[in-house]
């Protein structure tokens, strides 16, 4: 669990950080230029150790559902809000609670709760007294993002290829199904300035790589519904960092989301 925890730390720092120091670089240009240049740094490692011929399968479903996840995310905001698509994004532990109930499988009282809990922090937290903004085409985005990051999770948990070859693969199948968007868009590749240069590598590095490798690592072992529960630290790190990176304060709201979720992890872990 502790490294899906480290994992939405580092996601949750790159959120804050993102007001503060990254450009305005469009969806259509930094979704591309992610995967593209993440898969480039985790090539020789997956040529070096490639993964068992039965594995494949598994990875390239991992693979879609990463793409799909990130994709829908942000066409997500895009129709809504940040905040409203975080909030979507993250009803991926209920998704995969309620499929583990259509499979009559047991789970114990304080697990549902848990997942209740951390939910409605989740509202708290991200959505608060702003209210939830979302037309019916940011709500579809939102909850098909829900839904791959659910798959993403699900896909992953008990591969036996090391994290950052699985990280590779995903990141390459990301990479071919973004790549005509990426060419459709090269003249505002060629405008990014260093600045910009900066936040990409930053988001890569430490905002793809090392979180997503270090996801994978903790779902091997950990269920996709408590990894992708405790994955739910993500915005009560940003929250929290955003305080002396962005300069925006913690409210009172603010403390008491980021605290419920914090108890619903709590209570699901076993």
């Known amino acids: 669990m502790i490294y899906v925890a480290l994992a939405a730390l580092l996601w949750g720092l790159g959120g804050a950080l993102a007001g503060r120091f990254m450009g305005e670089i469009p969806p259509s240009v930094l979704i591309p230029l992610r995967f593209l240049l993440s898969f480039f740094l ?7 150790f490639p993964p068992a011929a039965k594995e494949w399968p598994r990875l390239l479903r991992v693979g879609l559902a990463l793409s799909g996840a990130q994709a829908f995310y942000y066409l997500a905001i895009h129709a809504t809000t940040v905040a409203t698509g975080i909030f979507l994004q993250y009803l991926a532990p209920a998704l995969l609670t309620l499929y583990a109930l259509l499979r009559g499988e047991r789970l114990p009282g304080k697990a549902l709760l848990g997942v209740a809990v951390a939910l409605l922090g989740a509202y ?3 959505v608060g007294s702003k209210g939830f903004t979302a037309s019916p085409l ?13 798959l993403y999770a699900a896909f992953s948990h008990g591969l036996k290829t090391p994290p950052l070859v699985s990280l590779g693969v995903a990141t390459g199948v990301g990479s071919l199904l973004s790549l005509p968007i990426l060419m459709g868009n090269l003249p505002r590749v060629w405008t990014l300035d260093p600045g910009d240069w900066g936040a990409v590598a930053y988001l890569v590095i430490l905002g ?6 270090l996801f994978l690592l903790g779902v091997r072992t950990v269920p996709a519904r408590n990894a992708t529960l405790t994955a739910m630290l993500e915005p009560v790190a940003g929250a929290i960092f955003a305080w002396p990176l962005a300069g925006e304060p913690l409210s009172l709201e603010g403390f008491l989301g980021g605290t419920l979720i914090l108890l619903g992890v709590a209570l699901n872990r076993r």
């Open 42 to 48: 985790l090539l020789p490692l997956v040529l070096r």
């Open 124 to 126: 708290v937290l991200v």
């Open 138 to 150: 940011g709500v579809a985005y939102g909850l098909l993002s829900a839904l791959s990051f659910a």
């Open 208 to 213: 793809t790589v090392v979180p997503f490798s």
